[in-house]
């Protein structure tokens, strides 16, 4: 819901064909636009949208809906080497950190060489991503799911949670 | 997920020597030629430290000026000249000694006694006054351990320490230690500072920032101090010296009603009020809220540098005495000097510097008076100093090349190590100081 601002809702409502087909499951197009705002639906699950005489609407749709986690696309955490001071927030804060390596409860940094569950590890100054396949985001259930801690407590703004397509 | 290679040899536990944390949850990887290969845990004030090591200011031999210019000499030479420098002088100042062990701390000081000079170290300029307030009443300190197990209350006051020490938020706040074990959410950051520095990027809607004008520091804590005496709140509706009448509620309502809290200072307390005496009015503040308030119990620490902690034990326990430290007829005097007063009124007539770097840290009308004098290096690397001096003692780098031991902030002690072998076979600050002291004797 965090994109609603951004987005008017009415200029969504007007990319769609407005026919209310009901070939999506749903009563109406505006029912389809509320979906596509909360992230139920994508937009390729409007059947007519996919014809070529919508491509352009499909393009911009696809376009102001590539970050919001929906559409396939694959989760990134991404740390600005620039901006990172190594102070290891990240690695002592992560629930997977704390689950995993007891150190972390005390405030003391994992050792080496890391644990296979570890996500964040500070080498030679600098933070580092390790593997991202016991992240919350992608594995937990319900709220946990929404786990945003490494880049809010970061003191220095330097990691981003993204969504993209790697080329 | 091991990340092994086949250059691998062993992994080895280090203490890092770069700020006065002393943190031991560091690993170091060695090649199988005994070189760095990676280092896991040190954050980049320690991982420049380690760097050190490549630096390409490093001195590798004595030096001694000849007609205006350093050249290279044996160290043979080098001692005889101090010796020579020494003999012909009468009131020798000895300088520095943070940034070593206490070990070449101890040696530092049987060298004054032996040459009856005037020793003192960086403290002087930093955490003395602390320490001078605190041999007269005490303080309630504790340890980082007791702050990352029970503190939920943190007050920086005139402390930026996501940059003087980058791992003691991490360590403290962000932790979930015995008895804080819901961790950040509980803990609640207070912020006494004039502007906003990096520490304020910590600071989330649950935590309080207090912009304090520079010079009203007496002010507010007289003020805290009667507010905390009284039942019911009496801040007046307009605030008082320009902070907001909710945001003084607030913190009052946190020194009264949290079950443990700490108080940190650093440089904005000590250096910018300087006839006033602010750090005495933090420790009473403190004493107050023990004595009074039925479930709060406050501590302080003050954010010294380096080995500091270190020079205060060693002279407190060889002399009784932490500052303004004179001999004469090789027996400790009184001495109602200090540095800065010795130095401006020309009390000196040769300097050794062991460690520390005043002709960059010293306003020019001090440091300009430390070169019309004969000066005696003792440093590893090339600075504004070393350049000025007439003679240069190089040594190791301390807690990378020599082992010691050291005192941390919280006064616990920490035991350096010796990872790799200095070139040319450096000796360390310890052994240098006992070679003077050797051929003094001669």
């Known amino acids: 819901m965090e994109r609603m601002s951004q987005l008017n809702f009415m200029d969504i409502y007007k990319l769609l064909p407005k026919t209310n087909c009901k070939e999506c499951d749903l009563p109406t197009c505006m029912a389809f636009a509320l979906a596509l705002v909360k992230g139920e639906k994508q937009p390729k699950d409007c059947p007519p949208l996919l014809k070529p005489k919508y491509k352009q609407s499909l393009d911009k749709l696809n376009e102001l809906f590539e970050g919001v986690g929906v559409g396939g696309k694959d989760l990134h955490i991404d740390i600005d080497t620039e901006k990172c001071d190594g102070c290891g927030v990240c690695v002592i804060i992560c629930p997977v950190n704390a689950r995993y390596c007891p150190n972390s409860l005390s405030g003391k940094l994992p050792d080496f060489p890391p644990n296979e569950y570890q996500l964040f590890q500070i080498k030679n100054g600098k933070s580092e991503l390790l593997n991202l396949e016991y992240c919350r985001r992608l594995e937990a259930e319900g709220r946990e799911r929404e786990c945003r801690v490494c880049e809010v407590y970061c003191p220095r703004d330097a990691i981003e949670i993204k969504y993209y397509t790697a080329k | ?442």
């Open chain 2, 1 to 442: 997920m091991t990340q092994r290679t086949n250059n691998q040899e062993r992994i080895q536990r280090f203490v890092c020597p770069g700020c006065s944390l002393y943190c031991d949850d560091n690993q170091i990887v060695f090649s199988k030629n005994n070189e760095i290969l990676d280092t896991y845990g040190l954050c980049l004030k320690g991982y420049k430290k380690i760097n050190e090591i490549n630096s390409k200011n490093r001195i590798k031999n004595p030096l001694i000026r000849k007609n205006g210019v350093l050249k290279e000499v044996s160290l043979d030479e080098a001692l005889n000249k101090v010796k020579e420098l020494i003999n012909s002088s009468q009131k020798p100042l000895l300088y520095g000694f943070i940034n070593t062990t206490c070990e070449a701390q101890i040696n530092g000081i049987h060298l004054a006694k032996k040459i009856n000079g005037f020793i003192e170290s960086n403290a002087s300029i930093c955490h003395g006054q602390t320490y001078l307030n605190v041999i007269e009443s005490g303080f309630n300190s504790t340890t980082l351990n007791e702050c990352i197990n029970k503190a939920d209350v943190f007050i920086f006051w005139g402390s930026n320490a996501e940059e003087s020490h980058p791992k003691f938020l991490t360590k403290t706040i962000f932790s979930r230690g015995k008895f804080r074990i819901t961790g950040r959410e509980i803990k609640t950051l207070i912020l006494v500072d004039p502007r906003k520095t990096a520490t304020y990027g910590v600071a989330g809607v649950r935590d309080l920032y207090i912009p304090l004008k520079p010079g009203k520091d007496l002010e507010l804590i007289q003020f805290l101090k009667d507010m905390i005496l009284k039942e019911k709140s009496e801040v007046p509706a307009d605030g008082f010296v320009g902070v907001d009448k909710q945001d003084l509620n607030r913190f009052i309502l946190n020194l009264k009603g949290s079950e443990n809290g700490v108080i940190l200072f650093g440089q904005g307390v000590i250096n910018s009020n300087p006839n006033e005496n602010v750090i005495k009015a933090l420790i009473e503040l403190v004493d107050l809220i023990n004595e009074t308030s039925k479930r709060s119990r406050f501590s302080i620490i003050p954010m010294t540098g380096h080995n500091m902690n270190g020079f205060i034990q060693v002279s407190l326990s060889l002399l009784g005495k932490m500052g303004q430290i004179e001999f004469s007829d090789n027996q400790l005097i009184e001495s109602n000097k200090d540095l800065i007063s010795k130095i401006k009124d020309d009390e000196f007539d040769m300097s050794i510097i062991v460690a520390s770097d005043p002709i960059s840290n010293l306003p020019i009308t001090l440091s300009s008076k430390l070169t019309r004098k004969p000066i005696i290096a003792i440093d590893c690397f090339i600075t504004p100093t070393t350049k000025l001096a007439d003679v240069i003692l190089p040594v190791a780098i301390t807690g990378i090349e020599t082992d010691g031991l050291v005192y941390r902030m919280d006064n616990i002690p920490m035991n350096l190590q010796k990872i790799i072998d200095p070139p040319a076979n450096l000796p360390s600050d310890e052994q240098i100081l006992l070679k003077i002291i050797q051929k003094m004797e001669e």
